[in-house]
């Protein structure tokens, strides 16, 4: 999670993921350009509530598959009062026609 624009950056299920795991997740959004967290923090209330405490995960494609969602749903149609009511990527949005000027 991104602590300025609230965007969820990436979610990865895996069994037994070590530090290797995440490295690779930061090459692959690094790859894609985006902004690299300065620090990782593993603990989302909102994913543990919304998704993890409700669904049963029948593989781990099956995880990965209603994280995606759970993801697509808070970065594109969840609004955030810290972001005047904008959805992370309407703020990043905002942001970038900012740069633009």
């Not at 985006?34 to 409700?54: A, F, H, M, W, Y």
């Not at 994280?67 to 703020?91: C, G, I, K, Q, V």
Request: aromatic share 6%; proline share 2%.
């Amino acid at each position: 999670m991104d602590n300025f624009s609230r965007e969820c950056l990436a979610i990865h299920a895996g069994k037994s993921l070590k530090g290797e795991d995440v490295v690779g997740v930061m090459e692959r959004l690094r790859v894609l350009g985006k902004r690299l967290p300065v620090r990782i923090q593993t603990d989302n209330g909102s994913l543990r509530d919304e998704c993890l405490n409700i669904h049963w995960f029948l593989s781990l494609e099956d995880a990965q598959d209603k994280l995606d969602n759970w993801r697509r749903e808070y970065n594109h149609e969840r609004t955030h009062s810290s972001l005047n009511d904008m959805t992370p990527a309407e703020f990043i949005r905002s942001l970038q026609k900012d740069e633009d000027l």
